[in-house]
């Protein structure tokens, strides 16, 4: 069962949806044609082929039917639009650690998280510790390796 909750993400994660999407609508035929193949080798209940492009199939149908999905939901957010005092959704933050040394991370959506580049999920601890914050807040987050501790330094709409 599908949920109707809005699904917060900037302009480049729903263009990365939608040409994902485009990708694998474009591999449906060519799937077909490898179903057709293995059926033409006989026996269908040995044929690893026939296997192997049936699971496929599976997976490109619902992996269109989780991006149309998410695509229906989707909130399309531009930072340069938002202001104020607080970390919401699309602000990029300055923390420092423990040691005084600045981390940048901008709160993105599920979709876009990728932590090597410094971007976190607003459903991530961190993410979710950071959002209603302001500068000069202490936070503290739990995390695999243990408890770590920042202070808000800056707080940007980029």
Do not use: C, W
């Amino acid at each position: 069962m599908a949920t109707v909750d809005k699904m917060p993400m900037l302009q480049e994660g729903y263009e990365k949806l939608v040409q994902d999407l485009r990708r694998l609508k474009e591999e449906r035929p060519q799937i077909v044609d490898s179903i057709e193949e293995a059926r033409a080798h006989g026996d269908l209940s040995e044929n690893a082929e026939y296997h192997a492009a049936k699971e496929r199939q599976g997976q490109v149908e619902a992996s269109i039917s989780d991006i149309e999905d998410k695509l229906s939901r989707a909130q399309v957010i531009d930072p340069r639009d938002l202001s104020g005092d607080k970390i919401v959704f699309g602000a990029t933050v300055t923390l420092l650690d423990d040691d005084d040394k600045p981390v940048k991370y901008q709160i993105v959506g599920q979709t876009e998280a990728d932590a090597k580049t410094g971007r976190i999920s607003y459903n991530s601890p961190l993410g979710r510790a950071l959002i209603g914050r302001k500068v000069d807040d202490e936070i503290e987050v739990a995390v695999p390796a243990g408890d770590r501790y920042y202070v808000v330094s800056k707080i940007e709409f980029i």
